[in-house]
C-alpha cells in the first residue's frame, strides 16, 4: 500500500511515522513550507518527501490531508484532481460539516482523530500518537463506497487507533458541546473576572480559587487554529451557546428564587451529570479523592509515586494552591472503588489529610 | 487573651490549633454536636470543651463563630447576647452582606478566611492551616470601633494569615465573580453536554476533553456548603449570571458573524485577560508549559521529581489523558521566565516532548 501524507505537521508526521514504524505502507509526502519538507527528510518521517503535491499523490492508495482547517477544503479539491479513482481521500480536520458539504465526490471520507495536538510540528512527531486515540470518519450514506471506507477504516485501526462513523452534523453537533462550547465559556469568563477584580490589584481580594483557575484554563487557546475551528463550525457553536444561555436564565432564576432545597437538589443533579460525563469518556466509574497538602516542591511527586508505584493510575489531576502557594489541595480521579481505596490508604501512609467527597 | 471558638469543624479546630501552638491566647471550644465535642477534647485543638455556648463564652475577649453560613447570623445574635461590651465577634463565613446587614451590634466583625477546606472535620484540623491565606474582613465604617477591629487584625496576622479590609456587599460581588459564578456555569455545562452526549455511551464519540473536564470540574459541589452559598449571596451571583449571559450573547453572535479576524482578536485579548487574573493572583507572570507524555504510572512523578528537585514549583497542573488513558498532555504553570526556561530544559532531558504555548 502507498499512503500520501499531505502536511508534515505533529499530526502529519506522526502519521507518517506510525504507518513506516508498523509497516503497513511506503509513505509520500509533502509539505508546501519547504523548510517543513527538509525537516522531515531529516526526521526520516516519510520514505519520501516531494516538492510537489502531484509528486506526492501519485500512485497513492490513500491520502491524508492534516492541513489548518481553514485550507483543507481548497486542498482536498486538489488532490481529488489528481489522486485515481481507486484511492480513498481523508483529512484531520476537528470539524466536519463544511468540509463534507463542499466535497461530494465518494472518494473523500472526512475523519477527526482526537490526539494530542500541543506540541506542534514535525520535531515532536511519534509513531505512538494515535494508540487508542478516538478517531471519528464522517462517510456520506449516498456517495461513500464501501471498499473505500473498509481500507481507510483498517489502516486507522492498525495504526492503533480506533475508527467510529458518525454524520457530519452530528460530529460538530457533539464537538460544539464537549470542546468548542467550553472554549467560549473560557474566553467570556476570563474577560468578565479580569473586568470585575480591575482595581483590586494592590489588595489580597485578588486570590483566585481553583474554580476559576479551571473554568478559564482553556482561555484564548492557540487563535490560528481556533479561529479556523470557530468559524467552520459556528452553525453549532451557536446552537450550543443558545442552549447554555437558556439554562443559565433558568439557573439565575433558581438562584433568585433562594428556594435552599430546590437549589440543593439542582446542585446535586449536577455532580450526578458530571460523573456520568467522565464514566462514559474513561469507561469505568472515575472516584474523586481530595488531598490538602504543603505546596512545597516535591509533594505532587511523593502522591504520583505511591499511587505509580502501586499500580494505581491517575486519570486526572488538579493542584489548587493557596494564594501565596504555601498550601493547597490536590484533587485527583482514579477509575474504579478498588483504586480509590488503595490510593486513600497509600496517601494517608503519607501523613497527608485525604477525603473522597 | 482569651479565644472562643463556636463550631468545632475544619476551620474551627485549625483556629483553636493555630491559636494554642503559637501561644497567642487560651482556647475555649464549644460546638452544638455532642460527638465533635468529644473529638475535639480527644484531639486536645482546645484548653477547654463546653458543653455550652455560655460556659465557651465567659470572658472571652474574641470569639470565632466558625458554623455553616446558614446558620450564622442566629449564632451571631446569640453570641453577642452573652459576651461582654470588649469583646470581638467575628465568622468565618464565605458570603458577607446577609450577615453584615442582620447584625448592626459594633462588636461585630465579618470575616471569610480564604482556606482549603475540603477535607472537612476536626480531624483534619492543623495549626497551619491558615499560613498566608488572605483574609477578608468586612468591618462597618460607622459602627466597628478601632480597639476591637486592631485586636482581630492583630490576632489573624499572629495566626499567620494576611487580613484585609473589605466592604460586605464588595465582597460578595467579588466572591460571586471568582468562586459563585464559576461553580453555577460548571453545573449548567454539566448538564447540557450530558443532554447532548445522550445516547452516545455506546461509541467511541463519547470522549470528553480536556476543556469539558476544566469546565466541569466543581459540578455539584458539596450541597450543604454551597445550598447556603447561592442562598447568602443569591443577588450578586444573579447580576454576574446576567452580565456572563450578555457577555455570551455577544461571543455568540461573533462566532456566527464568522469574521476569522474578528474572532482571532477576541480570542487573543481572553488569553492576555486569563494571564492578567494568573499574575494577580500568585503576584508574578505565570508561564504556561505543555508536556506530551505517555499516560503510564510514574510518568507525573518523574515531571514534579525533576522540578522540584531544582527548585522549580508548579502552581497549576493538568493532565489530561487520551480516551482510553494510554497517554496525553500535562499542562504546568510555574512563576517567572526563568523558572520556565529551567523547567522547559529539565523536562526535555527527561525525553518527553515539551512546549511554551
Known sequence: MRVAVVGLGLIGGSLALACRERELAAVAGYDRDREVRAAASVRGACNTVHDTLAAALDGADAVFLAAPVGALGQLAEEALALVGPECVVTDVGSTKRAICERISDPRFIGGHPLAGAETAGIEHARADL?????????????????????????????????PGALDAVEHDRIMAAISHMPHVVANVIAAQVADALAGEGRTPLAAIGPSLRDATRVAGSNSAIWGDIYVANSAAIVAALGRLESAL?????????????????????????????????IGGATQELRVSVPNRPGVVAEIALALGSAGVNIVDMVLSPSLDGSQGTVALWVVGDDAAVRAEGLIAQLALPVARP
Do not use: C, K, S
Open 249 to 281: 436564565a433558568q439557573a439565575r432564576e433558581l438562584i433568585a428564587g433562594e428556594n435552599r432545597e430546590a437549589i440543593i437538589d439542582w446542585n446535586d443533579a449536577a455532580r450526578d451529570r458530571r460523573a456520568e460525563l467522565l464514566d462514559t469518556a
Open 130 to 162: 494515535f494508540d487508542g486515540a478516538a478517531w471519528y470518519l464522517t462517510p456520506q450514506a449516498e456517495a461513500t463506497t464501501g471498499v473505500l471506507y473498509e481500507r481507510l477504516h483498517r489502516l486507522l485501526a492498525a495504526l492503533g487507533a480506533r
